[in-house]
């Protein structure tokens, strides 16, 4: 959580860094601030609330400089306010510190500076790292950065500035990511690629336990705790400064929706091999052997991430025919989990940093298994930490509110069903190509689906009301179910209740009442007849159903008071088209609502603490 830059070049380092940050409010948005070198000492402007409060102040108030560091914040050591909004400053106001993590050993620390005399101002874990700066510095930044974080445990992505070196920024990172951009003369550090797409496409990653002493001229980088520097690796992003924009849409959100059938094609896009006979995935470096010798697949993730391993599930037991286990990544952690040298554990992370996710991924690889990552982000903790990785290729997801890195994250675990199925000869030649063709017909299809938009709203308009929503689902829509209900909440707030429509005799059907609708997904296959019993369930308590079906599915209409139409793909796949009505209902409804869709309240996109 929380997003954080630095500038250094010829450039004004405000408004680089006000942009920046407008590229990382996705990660947190309670408050945000920047501290600006601007001639002999550190100015600083902290506001609490959204990036444009802060932004409305340098207009009022500009400051000039061309050495900078900003933040915007996800609060979790004190509460989103003025005062524990970053940067955070030691006593003298001659050093300001950005981070992003948290500091555990920050107490006793934080005690022992106000025994040496240190006066501290804010809540936060952070604001001991400013104060132990200023206690080792003998006029080396760098230097008085890397003793500092000698001290400190924890996570953290740090940038510290100092008003005696103009010409110096110091970065760290352990655990939180953090990123050197490099341009002509200018240099960036980051919490993620867009804040400095508009500049540059030249990027470092910084890996753990690194420090980088960055100047005009370049940026050294050196271990945090030998001090030893270390070789470094320039990477060109593919990610245009495009990418990262509304393009015209009014939301973030909306436009991901929209991508879909691109971000679907460039997923599968040299997967198959030229016969288009089986799936190739390269970045999966588990040999036949080892793929046979498999006895379980453990699929780690959260929130939509784990959805979409949920998916994958009925995916790889059909097809490969292991058993596959998924846990809530914080659930894992303690759980004492069964896992040897025979078990394929499934890291799946959007943002490749979330810190429960990457806490099971190490789980995981210490107790033997092969660690595959599916993640989105080139260059991030689960990509670099996974034994193999196998990438989204969603392009950048700005919403808080996952959609198409969903989509894609399916995609991948159906493409990793086959090919397991393929090596373990558990899945018929005549079998595989049909996948296959339903596989390559889906990013045409999606097509079809995001045009309904106009109509989902429609429902939006009719709902957005409601206090209630019940969705249903059976089978490889039972996670659909469970994710359009996520997103209802995420976004608008509405209460929703996401259940295997089998159970819901077993409780939920209490909450049917006309003013709470439910959304039944009755896509063709082997529980479809079982989708319409429930439907006429529903329907004899006097409730609304809208359901999800197939576009030529005429008995369906007589049952649902509303049906939206996805085409027909195989039953397994069809949690990829079924779920984008869903997201456009919720969309549409937090758009109604007059929510804030993008950034909605407590949330931020990375979570990176546990
Ligand atoms: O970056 P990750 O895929 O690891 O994120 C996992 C969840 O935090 C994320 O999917 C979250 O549930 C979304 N906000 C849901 O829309």
Redesign the pocket.
């Given at each position: 959580m929380c997003g954080i830059v630095g500038y250094i070049g010829p450039e004004n380092a405000t408004q680089i860094l006000i942009d920046g940050l407008r590229k990382l409010e996705y990660r947190g948005y309670d408050s945000a601030g920047v501290a600006i070198l601007t001639g002999s000492e550190i100015q600083v402007a902290r506001r609490e609330g959204k990036l444009d409060r802060l932004a409305d102040a340098l207009k009022a108030e500009p400051l000039y400089g061309k050495l900078g560091i900003g933040h915007t914040r996800w609060a979790t050591h004190g509460a989103p306010s003025d005062i524990n909004a970053h940067p955070h400053s030691d006593c003298s106001g001659h050093f300001a510190v950005v981070h992003n993590g948290i500091i555990e050993n920050y107490l006793p620390l934080r005690e022992r500076l106000q025994a040496n005399g240190h006066t501290f101002v804010s809540e936060t874990d952070t604001e001991v790292v400013a104060h132990l700066i200023e206690e080792h510095y003998h006029g080396d930044l760098y230097a008085a950065v890397r003793a500092a974080l000698c001290e400190v445990v924890g996570s953290y992505a740090i940038v510290a500035v100092c008003s005696d070196n103009p010409d110096t920024m110091v970065a760290a990172r352990q655990h939180s990511p953090l990123i050197l951009g490099h341009g002509d003369g200018e240099h960036f550090v980051a919490s993620d690629v867009p804040a400095v797409l508009a500049h540059t496409r030249r990027v470092t990653y910084l890996k753990n336990g690194e420090i980088a002493a960055i100047t005009r001229a370049g940026a050294r980088v050196f271990n945090i705790q030998d001090g030893a520097e270390v070789a470094t690796e320039e990477t060109i992003v593919a990610w245009d400064a495009a990418a990262a924009e509304k393009g015209g849409y009014k939301h973030f959100m909306l436009k991901e929706i929209n991508e879909q059938p691109t971000a679907l094609a460039e997923t599968l896009r040299g997967r198959f091999s030229d016969d288009r006979a089986g799936v190739r995935l390269p970045g999966f470096k588990l040999d036949a052997e080892g793929i046979t010798r498999l006895n379980k697949v453990l699929i780690i993730?959260?929130?939509?991430?784990y959805h979409a391993g949920f998916v994958g599930k009925y995916a790889i037991e059909k097809l490969a025919r292991i058993p596959v286990e998924i846990d809530v990544a914080s659930e894992l952690r303690y759980r004492d989990p069964l896992i040897d040298d025979r078990t394929l554990a499934v890291v799946?992370?959007?943002?490749?940093?979330?810190a429960d996710?990457l806490a099971g991924l190490r789980e995981a690889k210490e107790r033997g298994a092969h660690v595959l990552a599916v993640t989105n982000v080139v260059g991030s903790s689960v990509d670099r930490e996974a034994d193999s990785v196998l990438y989204t290729y969603a392009g950048p997801e700005i919403a808080?509110?996952?959609t198409k890195?969903y989509t894609t994250q399916q995609m991948v675990m159906f493409l990793l069903a086959l090919y397991l199925g393929e090596m373990r000869g558990t899945l018929p030649a005549t079998e595989r190509a049909r996948y296959i063709a339903a596989l390559q017909r889906l990013p045409e299809q999606m097509k079809t689906v995001v045009d309904i938009g106009p109509r989902v709203r429609e429902f939006s308009r009719r709902f957005h009301g409601v206090h209630s929503m019940l969705y249903l689902g059976r089978g490889s829509n039972f996670p659909t179910a469970l994710e359009g209900a996520?997103?209802l909440k995420?976004i608008s707030y509405i209460h929703a209740e996401g259940y295997a429509a089998g159970e819901m005799k077993h409780g939920p059907i209490a909450l049917i009442t006309p003013d709470c609708p439910t959304v039944a997904l009755a896509l063709p296959g082997g529980v479809y007849e079982k989708m319409l019993s429930n439907i006429k369930e529903v329907k004899a308590r006097w409730g609304h159903v809208i359901a999800v079906g197939a576009e030529d599915d005429d008995e369906l209409r007589k049952y649902a008071d509303d049906v939206i139409p996805v085409p027909r793909t195989e039953e397994l796949f069809s949690p990829v088209l079924a779920v984008v009505p869903l997201q456009l209902l919720a969309y549409y409804c937090a758009d109604y609502l007059g929510l804030d869709v993008d950034q909605p309240r407590n949330?931020a996109?990375?979570?990176t603490v546990e």
């Open positions: 993730a959260c929130g939509t991430a799946i992370s959007q943002s490749g940093e979330t996710t808080v509110a996952s890195a996520l997103k995420e949330l996109k990375s979570v």
